[in-house]
């Protein structure tokens, strides 16, 4: 078992920690604070494939191993966890169920535009009255004739205020909601599509998050995934997938955040020394450092576990849990031994602390994680 990352690893890690830096670096604060989407830097991105990663080369992609996406997501995350986050969701949520259950003419159809980012996906599933319970969907589809009209209103939709397409999670069988949910890919200038108001979060708020409403859609059969009653199968596979990516997302965060701890406490001083040099930062530090590897070994073995062409679920919910949780300690205590000034908005500390506490919650709440571990560990033969 080799630890060491392979050259291939290193260079996709140096490439888009340079293009993060030199990109984001500069005015990700700013974004963060005037709310902003950076389109200006979504245009760079576009020809680098960061809209592409993992769709497969003859339809544009760059087709990268799962190891180097949770790269690129970390690193960009690293520096603005709000574009992580639209890159993560694009690829996982919002192009690999049509790589894995789209037609071969869906595929034609959709996927070089997303590739290229001309089109940013996302992925609807949460309602007001559904999220965890992907079984409370109120949104249905009605089929009539050769096309389906869909009604309902879908919440916290990431990249909901730029998306061009939408997958959308809808009951087609409204006698049992969870066996008769499918799929359907809508282009935002279907008629009857129309975009909310801009959610105004505690964290992310580069991305623009907002609900989604569709009243009296009509989109062709041919937009369909899969088959009628498919939706929960094809939404369980995207959140499996989605998961990798946001437990990277929360490492990235955890990075910086350590990051920035480390070289302040060698650089403040209190009591005629630096704090690095007091046992308890000492304490703190080892013990971010500790996690954010332990974090990074799960994240990779899920990473080799989908890469593996098996199921891959329990270990993408044990790295998904593990990196959320461990974000949110690791910026706490960012915060912490930067005393009052990690408080303050003048520096980083205090924006990677807003966006940690997020990633414990969507692609499934860390409880929900622990319910898809627990029932791994429980089908298992004594």
């Known amino acids: 078992m080799d630890f060491n990352p392979c050259m291939k690893h290193k260079v996709v890690r ?39 990663l993992q769709i497969p080369k003859s339809y544009g992609g760059a087709d990268f191993d799962s190891i180097s996406y949770a790269i690129t997501i970390e ?14 969701v694009h690829n996982s949520v919002g192009a690999y169920p049509i790589v894995r259950f789209g037609t071969a003419e869906q595929k034609k159809r959709f996927l070089p535009a997303l590739a290229g980012g001309e089109r940013i996906g996302a992925f609807c599933l949460s309602e007001a009255n559904a999220g965890s319970d992907a079984g409370g969907v109120e949104t249905h589809a ?14 916290f939709v990431t990249n909901g205020g730029v998306c061009g397409l939408a997958l959308i999670f809808a009951v087609t069988d409204p006698e049992n909601a969870k ?16 975009v ?9 708020r580069a991305n623009p998050v907002s609900s989604l409403f569709f009243e009296d859609c009509r989109v062709s059969g041919t937009h369909l995934l899969g088959r ?53 930062i000492q304490n703190y530090l ?18 080799a576990f989908k890469d593996s062409g098996g199921p891959f679920g329990p270990e993408a919910a044990k790295a998904k849990l593990y990196c959320s949780a461990l974000a949110t300690r690791v910026t706490n205590l960012a915060v912490q031994i930067h005393g009052g000034y990690g408080y303050s908005k003048e520096y ?5 602390f807003r966006d940690a506490k997020v990633t414990e919650i969507y692609e499934g709440t860390s409880e929900v994680q622990r319910m898809v571990i627990a029932r791994a560990l429980l089908s298992r033969p004594t």
């Open 348 to 352: 980083d500390v205090e924006r990677y």
């Open 286 to 303: 080892a013990d971010m450092s500790t996690e954010i590897d332990a974090g990074r070994l799960l994240l990779y073995r899920a990473c």
């Open 179 to 194: 066996s008769g949910a499918s799929v359907f890919m809508v282009e935002a200038e279907t008629p009857g599509f129309s």
């Open 196 to 204: 909310g108001e801009i959610e105004d979060l505690c964290g992310m």
């Open 142 to 155: 009605v089929k009539d004739g050769d096309a389906y009209v869909i009604n309902g209103t879908k919440i």
């Open 14 to 52: 140096k490439a888009v920690r340079e293009f993060a830096e030199t990109e984001l670096g500069p005015i990700a604060g700013d974004l963060d604070r005037e709310s902003r989407f950076p389109w200006e830097v979504i245009e760079k991105m576009r020809p680098l494939n960061f809209f592409g």
């Open 228 to 280: 009628p009653g498919d939706g929960l199968r094809i939404g369980l596979a995207a959140l499996d997938t989605g998961r990798i990516g946001i437990a990277a997302q929360a490492l990235g965060i955890a990075q910086a955040a350590f990051d920035a701890a480390l070289k302040y406490s060698k650089e403040r001083q209190q009591f005629g020394r630096s704090i690095s040099s007091f046992q308890t």
């Open 75 to 88: 690193e960009l995350s690293r520096v603005s966890a709000a574009i992580g986050l639209c890159v993560t």
